[in-house]
């Protein structure tokens, strides 16, 4: 059995485990497979294990790799890198997903090139919990105008929130920056904006965030080891 098909079932039970633990509902937590800088074939060896969600974040990367793997169509491509805005055409053709909606420009671009043979792209907005200059997203302040920008957009479907905080050591300190996404999203819920989406979580802290609430885990080393440089 290749060690990523080994890696991929740890993480599943881990993950169904935390749902219990949590008091969360059977597979309410879905598993995003972070494949960047990782090669097609690893890809392939997870796909033959059941995986499907797949998490890019560097364009011409990805659609190199989407290329290799044009015999399985049933993959579902995931954008979570910073986007610039010479790129959105083509995240808007070749992906299902942009977690990583963090300007009205951005969003009107991926909104006006997406095809229109396909169905609305589906976006989560990211928020820079932990208020790093270096890291994208928007501050909590900001959420609400930049949701009823993106509500607007027909060829869009804003399904929830995203967010990377800082690292931290203490489980503690990892749910504490994970409460504040929970609780913005609640309130958006309040709001009436219906969303399923909060992706939260990757391979150090994938536990805090299921314990607040995340739908969706990003997980990229923990399925395929290290990254190549
Ligand atoms: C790289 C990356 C991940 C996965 O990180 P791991 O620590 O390898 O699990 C998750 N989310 C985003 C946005 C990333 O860029």
């Not at 974040?57 to 399985?72: F, G, I, R, T």
């Not at 986007?83 to 083509?90: A, E, G, L, P």
């Not at 995203?162 to 709001?191: K, S, T």
Request: charged share 20%; proline share 5%.
């Amino acid at each position: 059995m290749s060690s990523i098909k080994t890696q991929l079932q740890t993480i599943r039970t881990l993950i169904a485990n935390f749902e219990i633990k949590y008091h969360r509902n059977p597979h309410s937590v879905q598993l995003l497979a972070v494949s960047k800088k990782q090669p097609a074939e690893k890809i392939a060896l997870a796909y033959d294990a059941g995986q499907r969600l797949f998490g890019e974040s560097y364009l011409q990367e990805a659609l190199d790799k989407m290329a290799e793997l044009h015999n399985k169509p049933d993959i579902e491509w995931h954008f979570i890198g910073p986007i610039q805005s010479n790129k959105t055409r083509k995240i808007a053709e070749h992906f299902a997903w942009v977690h990583s909606v963090c300007d009205q420009r951005i969003a009107q671009r991926l909104n006006d090139q997406r095809p229109l043979n396909l169905p609305p792209l589906n976006i989560c907005i990211e928020i820079n919990i932990s208020h790093e200059a270096t890291k994208t997203g928007i501050s909590v302040d900001e959420l609400n105008s930049l949701v009823d920008y993106c509500l607007a957009l027909p060829h869009l479907r804003l399904r929830g929130l995203m967010a990377i905080p800082a690292p931290h050591d203490h489980f503690a300190d990892q749910r504490n920056d994970f409460h504040q996404l929970a609780i913005a999203f609640q309130q958006l819920q309040q709001r009436g904006v219906s969303l399923d989406t909060l992706s939260l979580g990757m391979s150090e802290d994938f536990e805090a965030a299921i314990s607040e609430g995340s739908t969706l885990v990003r997980i990229g080393s923990a399925i395929f080891g290290q990254r190549q440089p």
